[in-house]
């Protein structure tokens, strides 16, 4: 299955943006999926992730309460709205789903290493 990430760019301190991510296969609705972040030199970062059925969510302590996950209609799809933004938010973002067999539906895995399917990432940049 692939992952397209959108709607990464350039904003202000304080400012919002939106990024979608879509799967390729609506076989893979069930499966988690997350948002990591990463810049360069430093090792990926847990942002967001929402179970398959949507109930389950689980957010990175450095994005709580200014960030909110949420799936799409096919529930192929994942937004990620990003609030009050930092500068230290700037990095590339990337979209992961997980495959976990036996119809899991807990919270999503921090670990990258629990992912399958990686998109190919889009930059955020917050300026002071």
């Known amino acids: 299955v692939q992952l397209v990430e959108s709607g990464g760019g350039l904003v202000q301190a304080g400012g919002s943006l939106r990024l979608s991510c879509a799967a390729s296969d609506r076989t893979f609705s069930d499966n988690p999926m997350s948002w990591f972040r990463q810049v360069p030199g430093k090792e990926r970062e847990f942002v967001a992730g929402i179970s398959g059925s949507g109930r389950n969510i689980r957010y990175g302590d450095s994005v709580k309460g200014r960030f909110t996950i949420s799936r799409g209609n096919p529930r192929i799809t994942t937004v990620l709205e990003m609030n009050s933004l930092k500068p230290e938010d700037t990095a590339d973002y990337f979209c992961?789903?997980?495959?976990?067999?036996?119809?899991?539906?807990?919270?999503?895995?921090?670990?990258?290493?629990?992912?399958?399917?990686w998109g190919q990432g889009t930059q955020v940049t917050v300026s002071s």
């Open positions: 992961a789903m997980a495959i976990i067999s036996g119809g899991y539906n807990g919270a999503p895995p921090r670990s990258p290493a629990e992912y399958r399917y």
